[in-house]
């Protein structure tokens, strides 16, 4: 079954850190990027970026640069996203999605995570 | 505030068709196919509708279809059907290797 299966919800405290994972199955793992898009509560959705599966290369969205680092586990077929420095305004449900590209970027995701709440909270 | 421009809701009758616009600028829909819109019910993830424009992916309904003219990309839909009620999000790959969404529509079939 193709799919991709985020972790568990998270509740933070401002300043602290957050890492959700995201893990492949059903397809070639090295094949497709991997991009992450959150959502705010009764918001639109966000690009953060994307990472490369087979070669590890990065982009983020200018907005996130330095606070954000999305890494991937081969052995696994699982990519991570890691958001430093949380804000109240970082609540919000993250979603890890496949590129329709094949071993490139097109930008249209074909398929979603089921999305991670995140919740930050003092 | 989003990047692209979406009306916030648009509304029809079962059977009618509607069209949701996506306003961006040069920098994005004017200069690059990669546009895609998303349909998202409540609670679920985004499901891509159409990509490249005006492709849809293996297995969509024809009643949805895409189109660009200048800066603005459109969505359609056609032949309204209650289960067609949802959010609906464009996309644009912008300069730079940054991708862009708009806001969001709400879609209401009366």
């Known amino acids: ?122 | 505030q989003s990047a692209l421009t979406q009306p916030a809701s648009v509304s029809g009758s079962p059977g009618q068709s509607i069209t949701i616009s996506c306003t961006g600028t040069s920098s994005d829909i004017g200069s690059y196919e990669f546009v895609s819109w998303y349909q998202q019910h409540p609670g679920k993830a985004p499901k891509l509708m159409i990509y490249d424009v005006s492709n849809r992916p293996s297995g969509l309904s024809n009643r949805f279809s895409g189109s660009k003219s200048g800066n603005t990309a459109f969505l359609s839909i056609s032949g309204l059907q209650a289960e067609d009620e949802a959010d609906y999000f464009c996309s644009s790959y912008r300069m730079s290797n940054t991708l862009v969404f708009g806001g969001g529509t709400k879609v209401t079939v009366l």
């Open chain 1, 1 to 122: 079954q193709v799919q991709l299966v985020q972790s568990g919800a998270e509740v933070k405290k401002p300043g602290a850190s957050v890492k959700v994972s995201c893990k492949a199955s059903g397809y070639t793992f090295t094949n497709n990027y991997i991009h992450w898009v959150r959502q705010a509560p009764g918001q639109g959705l966000e690009w953060m970026g994307a990472i490369n599966p087979s070669g590890g290369s990065t982009n983020y969205a200018q907005k996130f640069q330095g606070r954000v680092t999305m890494t991937r586990d081969t052995s696994t077929s699982t990519v991570y996203m890691d958001l430093s420095s949380l804000r109240s305004d970082d609540a919000a449900v993250y979603y890890c999605a496949r590129d329709l590209g094949w071993l490139l970027k097109v930008y249209a995701f074909d398929l979603w995570g089921q999305g991670t709440m995140v919740t930050v909270s003092s």
